[in-house]
Structures are given as structure tokens and as C-alpha cells.
């Protein structure tokens, strides 16, 4: 019995901490449609990690150059292709 509790209070001790940064409130679904310049469903045609001095390094993040290819435009310029 003493063992177990060691080997679990053992185990709290040498478990990594989680890390976290605060992140603002969502906005609703409409207030985003009414702000919102572009509308659309698109699809992922590439994504690859790059190297940019404007988005701060976070532990576990990377910043991605993605390419999207544009299926409909619900609400924007319509002679969007990519």
C-alpha cells in the first residue's frame, strides 16, 4: 500500500508541465459573418512549415505557408482562384 502511494506521488512530481498562454474570447458565429471580407470553401492544395520573424515562437507551434484552392465564394470577390 505505502509503495503504491509512493510510486503515485513519484509520478506527480516528475510529470512535465503543461504549457499555456491566455487566448481572448470567440466571437459568435454572426459577428464573424458581419466582419468577416471573405467567405468561402476552399481545399488545402499544399502546407509546408516556414520561418517568419513576425509570428512569435511558441513552444509546439510553427507557423505553415498554406495554399488553398477556392471551390465557392459565399461572400467576397468571386474570381478568386487561389
Known sequence: MHLRLFV??????????????????ALPLDKLVEE????????VVDSKPIEDAWFDKTPGFQ????????IEVYRGAGDLKK
Not at 36 to 43: F, G, N, T, V
Open 8 to 25: 503515485l506521488l513519484a509520478s506527480l512530481c516528475v510529470t512535465a508541465t503543461a504549457m499555456a498562454y491566455p487566448v481572448a474570447p
Open 36 to 43: 468577416s471580407d471573405l467567405i468561402c470553401k476552399a481545399q
Open 63 to 70: 507557423p505553415h505557408a498554406t495554399t488553398l484552392k477556392v
